[in-house]
């Protein structure tokens, strides 16, 4: 007798390599493709779809991360805790709001803080995704075109008593989400300079998180005179030449880090730099719009 | 016959477009929401594709790995087709190469997403160093290759029986009178 449900006969496991070579070839094809720049507008609507879901999860996460790190203490407690919450709903609405408000507040107001203490306009918003890999070091921060965002601007953060310092360059930008290349990725190389009384010494800064260490001051030549506590700025060598590259948005001495060590190599003196901030923990950050060294 | 036939080709279209829709599902969730222990991300995708490859074979696994890939290059803003050709390589050749084993050692999983880790990762840093900039393999390998493939290994195993068991259950769905 048949049964009338549905049935699947198991099939044999087949290896078609017809197949496999096309996904592969298509793979190439559309990494070419990439490259060569064919598929630039298509990346940026997926991107304007993507951002906002990749926002919304991150969120959803750090909410379960919270629920679950509360799960742990006093249950009793919490259990009082949630009917005072639902007897005070009002009130806890009015509070979330304030805490909101406040937040955003000191937010500005650091924004402010920074903006006298140093000639640059700025944009601050947050920083709503990390890339998967563990081999790279980009995230994507929460402003685009629409707000005036450009590849090539200095995004800058600040972490405890450090002064605001550079944490990445704009790589990609969308119409509402850019992606940030962080100094500590590898592929990062930035113009950098150390003012010593009389001096300016001057060099490249490189990424190092692939190489186990955090950043690398290197083309310096051998007789300039740094030393384990120099403060590392940026050059701005772009900017400063006028140059019509990307990187000619970097303004001119916004902290890097701290000289850690340095070490004589061949003909070169490098140098292992503290950065001011962990480019890793930052969730809120701003991008330089724009500089004017006149306000100094 | 050839009204079927096209019915059959949405079928088909239909079950890409909802493969690479739940893909793209787990790789968001690889991006935004699984956590990080020691800044080390578990790549999900592979895992998958690995221990999905392992049970329905290297065909089935390398279309997992393409839409996965695409998915990953989606949500880490990197060239199209990046992940996607790294994760076809990894899947596919260990997929390959351990299948050859029983299906019943426990081994299986482990070596199939060592191998794949590996690979994924080998060609990962050699599209990062002809497309982006040049890698450091050795630094690569102990800050990225190591602590993501030793990540991958905790939950292959218990995902591999998994999918086994879900195999099972579905060949178990054959009625044996059809024949």
Not at chain 1, 64 to 89: C, P, T
Request: net charge neutral.
């Amino acid at each position: 007798m048949l049964r009338d449900r549905p049935y699947r006969l198991s099939q044999p496991t087949r290896r078609s390599p017809l197949l496999i070579i096309l996904l592969l070839l298509i793979a190439a094809a559309l990494l070419s493709a990439d490259q060569a720049g064919l598929l630039g507008p298509l990346r940026v609507h997926a991107q304007t779809i993507i951002s906002p879901v990749l926002g919304r999860i991150q969120q959803m996460g750090a909410w379960i991360g919270s629920f679950v790190g509360r799960s742990g203490s006093d249950q009793a407690l919490l259990a009082e805790l949630e009917a005072l919450r639902a007897e005070n709903a009002d009130l806890k609405a009015r509070l979330i709001q304030a805490e909101a408000l406040e937040f955003e507040n000191a937010r500005l107001r650091e924004q402010v803080r920074i903006e006298q203490a140093y000639p640059w306009q700025l944009l601050g918003a947050d920083v709503i995704a990390r890339t998967p890999d563990t081999g790279r070091r980009l995230v994507l921060f929460a402003a685009g075109t629409d707000q005036g965002v450009r590849p090539g601007m200095a995004v800058i953060a600040r972490e405890g008593s450090n002064p605001p310092a550079l944490i990445g360059i704009v790589e990609e930008a969308g119409p509402r989400t850019a992606s940030v290349l962080l100094i500590t990725d590898y592929s990062s190389a930035i113009s950098a300079q150390v003012y010593q009384e009389t001096d300016v010494v001057r060099g490249v800064i490189q990424g190092q998180w692939q190489r186990g260490s955090r950043l690398l001051l290197h083309s310096v030549a051998r007789e300039a005179p740094l030393a384990a506590g120099n403060t590392v700025l940026t050059a701005g060598l772009s900017a400063e030449l006028a140059l019509s590259v990307p990187r000619a948005a970097v303004p001119p001495n916004v902290p890097i880090g701290v000289v850690e060590t340095v070490q004589d190599v061949g003909r070169d003196r490098i140098a292992a730099v503290r950065p001011f901030v962990d480019p890793d923990r930052v969730r809120y950050a701003w991008v330089i719009l724009a500089s004017d060294e006149s306000k100094k | 016959m050839g009204h079927s036939r096209q019915r059959r080709i949405e079928e088909i279209v239909v079950h890409e477009v909802a493969l690479f829709a739940a893909l793209l599902v787990v790789a968001l969730v690889q991006t935004a929401l699984l956590p990080r222990p020691f800044d080390v991300s578990l790549n999900l995708i592979l895992l998958l594709a690995v221990c999905h490859g392992l049970i329905a074979g290297a065909t089935s696994a390398a279309r997992w790995a393409f839409y996965g890939g695409l998915a990953l290059d989606l949500c880490a803003m990197t060239f199209a087709g990046m992940h996607a050709l790294a994760l076809l390589t990894g899947v596919i050749v260990s997929t390959v190469l351990v299948s050859r084993l029983s299906r019943e050692n426990w081994l299986v999983p482990i070596l199939g997403v060592a191998i794949g880790a590996f690979l994924y990762h080998a060609v990962y840093a050699l599209l990062l160093t002809l497309l982006v900039a040049p890698v450091d393999f050795e630094g690569y390998a102990l800050a990225a290759l190591l602590p993501d493939a030793l990540i991958a290994l905790i939950p292959a195993l218990p995902l591999y029986l998994v999918f086994r068991w879900n195999e099972d259950r579905v060949r178990r769905r054959v009625p044996v009178d059809v024949y």
